[in-house]
């Protein structure tokens, strides 16, 4: 019985992200909790956000409420914001993070501190702070479509791994998966994020099973399953890398 070997992968990204701005989009989610608070609208910083994103003329809502039907059946149309802090003795630190629904970045502030030494009012300060260069940023709301970045469905050839072409590509670097990464739904796919939260590996949707097209920022190629686990293979100096992976979706 023959056997066969997956040989090729040919995908090409058709449209991106690159020309989406701020301008792009009506409405944010706020979070009702930061990852660096034990609690729901701690120090009401939440609360302050969603208003301050109001006044600049977005359209805001907490991310876990019961959201217009225009969001909640297509959540590609609202930016998620976040808030990153950063650890001080003497200051509190925070840069305010909008992202569209695939995990990109389209505005990073700048650091917006504080020196106050009362928790409330140092967070407050330090996130007022933070939204001074998006206020500074001209936003008018374009009624334009975002767009979703397009790929199309890879090209699988499969050979007789007793070809001569089957035993070059049969060469392949392994190593062992390290780590659990979650999926998280997107629009064309998941993004696999690991526990910091941070993005490690964008999967795109093809139409095999248990195949996507996968791009970590520094490799592209895909992440498929194999006697039961998950692989991220990719070329590297000519060079087959299969990494082994632990998703859980």
């Known amino acids: 019985m023959k056997r066969y070997f997956l040989l090729l ?3 090409t990204t058709l449209s991106g992200y690159a020309q989406n701005t701020i301008n792009n989009y009506k409405y944010v989610l706020v979070p009702e909790q930061y990852s660096f608070f034990k609690e729901a609208h701690q120090y009401g910083l939440n609360s302050l956000a969603k208003n301050m994103l109001e006044e600049k003329g977005f359209t805001a809502y907490f991310d876990n409420k019961d959201l ?3 969001i909640a059946n297509n959540k590609c149309k609202a930016l998620n ?23 990109n970045v389209i505005f990073k502030s700048k650091e917006g501190k504080s020196r106050e030494k009362e928790f409330s009012a140092a967070y407050n300060e330090a996130l007022r702070n933070a939204f001074v260069s998006l206020n500074e940023l001209p936003y008018t709301f374009t009624d334009e479509a975002v767009k979703v970045e397009s790929v199309k469905a890879p090209v699988v050839v499969a050979a007789p791994v007793n070809s001569p072409v089957a035993v070059a590509a049969a060469v392949v670097e392994s190593t062992e998966a390290s780590g659990t990464l979650y999926a998280q739904a997107t629009a064309n796919g998941f993004q696999l994020i690991d526990t910091t939260p941070k993005k490690v590996i964008t999967l795109y949707k093809t139409s095999v099973q248990d195949c996507f097209i996968a791009d970590s920022g520094q490799s592209k190629g895909i992440v498929l399953k194999k006697d039961g ?7 590297n100096n000519e060079k087959l890398v299969s990494e082994g992976l632990l998703i859980k979706f």
């Open 9 to 11: 992968l040919l995908f």
């Open 68 to 70: 217009p039907t225009e």
């Open 81 to 103: 914001a976040d808030l990153i802090e950063k650890k001080g003795m003497f200051t509190t630190t925070l840069t305010l993070i909008l992202k569209d629904c695939q995990g």
């Open 229 to 235: 686990k998950w692989f991220f293979e990719y070329y």
